[in-house]
């Protein structure tokens, strides 16, 4: 992707180095008031002593490995900014405001309004606070399952979130929720696929539109976006983990259906209700199979 000139999303929260063990109790980093208050008396300036407390608690909570990220932070806060200009635009066309979501980026747990967040869950969306969650250590891992986690690859993780945000204003999941413990575990399965594709789709129709605004997709992007999706299907997944494939356990999709409805949403960019609405109309055997024109 050429990214070089875009700008950064102003909507992204560090929280790396937060939370752990050495960050309880940091205090004043190991200054003791007695000590601050002979400097202070002694004429010192107190901006010294805000600097060393800052010092010594960036290097206690783990800084040094947040950095090593830092490439793949402004990437992601790029991204960010491109998905705000987007969406903006398709809601305005619509009749309606978009509303930004903020992203988190974290390492291990962190709080979220859906309860505790973790790095094992991979990225996620809660609609509680509005935001995205992702730990920068997830890209290692889908380069493991889907033998990518290039440029575009890593766009679509983070459009797919964003996908979830869309849906939450636009009405889709709460269609969704209103569901939970009204049927049957395999029925809100189906749902949760049909929820996952439209999100896969929206992540597509949000490339078409950021590469209509900003040409920034370059030779091989769209090949390694389609690979992730490709890669990180239900089937896939359960035989990459030697487990038997059992479709009515399926939350997000074959690995067909997904890079089907990227494939899809990358060339139609076309996020009217009437095609969304697609997603929750058309038989479940037919999902994937063919599209409206
Ligand atoms: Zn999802």
Redesign the pocket.
Known sequence: MQMSDETESENVEDRRGMGGPMAVGGGLGGLSIIGIIIFLIQGGDPKQILDKVQQQQGAQQGHVSAKQNDAEKVFVSKVLHLTEDVWEEQFREQGMRYKKPKLVVFNGVTNTACGQGESAMGP??CPGDQQVYIDLDFFAELRKLTGTSADFARAYVIA??VG?HVQNLMGYSQKVDSQRGRVSKEAMNQLSVRL?LQ?DYLAGVWGYHANKQKKILEPGDIESGLQAAQGIGDDKLQQGAGRAVRPESFT?GTSKQREFFLKTGLQRGDASKKTLDYFFTVPYERLGRDFPE
Do not use: D
Request: proline content about 0%; aromatic content about 24%; charged content about 25%.
């Open positions: 996620f969306y797919h979130e979830h996952e999100a997000h």
